[in-house]
């Protein structure tokens, strides 16, 4: 049976880091985003690794979900892997002061994109009983942080999206996987940043973040343990990163 790993986002970071990391087993590999030059770059230096297919793919588009699907060759049409990759953090504000737009536009990438892909994908894999959804959820799904706010809240549903979704599959051979890393150096910061390269350095100055290979080492890994084993969740940081105590404040009126 074919066992087509479809990536979404997978122009940048951790999605193209995966795409290599697969690559090297083999298997066909099924490549979106919205970026299609970069994809086209990437599929030019795997093509000798494993058949590869690119197309673009707005998640947050229906139209683009419509036709990327009914685009798709015969032979990347049966997904095994499903890796729901594609997202974004925008700014750091406060909760008051944030961009209203920037908090949808998290929402419908994060969220709607991830379920409506899952959706399209999830019948063909219950109809073969076969196959591994992973999600990429985030430290910032377990631990809230300030300017976190919508983001991390979008994060805590893939976190429970993952378990309902294993609650929905019980009895099925489909395998779901919530992955949730911690600080790891991509584009993530300079998207974040609205492309303020100063801004986004300062996240990692002085650290020793994650990096898109070390996550796509762990995502490859948890789809070769043995088949009746279910990693329902990974949370991963970098060692210089750890927990704070709660915040109090001591100017409080008694
Ligand atoms: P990058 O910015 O490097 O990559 C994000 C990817 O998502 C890009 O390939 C981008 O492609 C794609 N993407 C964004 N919006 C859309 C969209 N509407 N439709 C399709 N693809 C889209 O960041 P990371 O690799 O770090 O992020 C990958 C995932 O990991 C995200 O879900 C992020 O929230 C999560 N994560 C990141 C962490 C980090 O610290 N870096 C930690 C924990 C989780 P394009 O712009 O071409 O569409
Ligand atoms: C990315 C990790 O801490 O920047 O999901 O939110 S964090």
């Not at 000798?48 to 699907?69: K, M």
């Not at 591994?132 to 983001?151: D, E, K």
């Not at 919530?178 to 974040?192: K, Q, Y």
């Amino acid at each position: 049976m074919s066992q087509v790993v479809f990536i979404t986002g997978a122009s940048s970071g951790f999605g193209a880091a995966c795409a290599r990391r697969f690559a090297s087993s083999g298997r066909p590999l099924l490549l979106a985003a919205r970026s299609l030059d970069k994809l086209e770059q990437l599929a030019g230096e795997l093509k000798d690794g494993c058949p590869v297919h690119v197309a673009e793919l707005d998640v947050t588009d229906q139209d683009s979900i419509e036709q990327f699907f009914a685009n798709l060759p015969q032979e990347f049409s049966q997904v095994h892997t499903l890796i729901n990759n594609a997202g974004l953090a925008l700014g750091m504000e406060p909760a008051q002061e944030a961009n209203l737009e920037d908090w949808e536009t998290m929402i419908n990438t994060n969220v709607t994109g991830l379920v409506t892909i899952t959706r399209k994908v999830l019948p063909g894999m219950v109809e073969r009983n076969s196959g591994h959804i992973i999600n990429l959820g985030s430290t910032a799904g377990n631990w809230p942080y300030p300017g976190g706010n919508v983001y991390c809240a979008t994060k805590a549903f893939v976190k429970q999206f993952s378990r309902t979704l294993r609650s929905d599959l019980l009895g099925k051979q489909i395998r779901v996987t919530n992955i949730e890393p911690g600080m790891a150096e991509t584009n993530f910061s300079l998207v974040r940043m609205k492309g303020d390269e100063d801004k986004a350095d300062e996240v990692y100055t002085g650290t020793k973040p994650l990096v898109a290979e070390d996550i796509a080492e762990i995502i490859h890994w948890v789809t070769t343990v043995p088949p009746h084993v279910n990693i329902n969740a990974m949370e991963i940081m970098p060692v210089c990163q750890g927990w704070g105590p709660l915040a109090v404040n001591r100017e409080m009126e008694a």
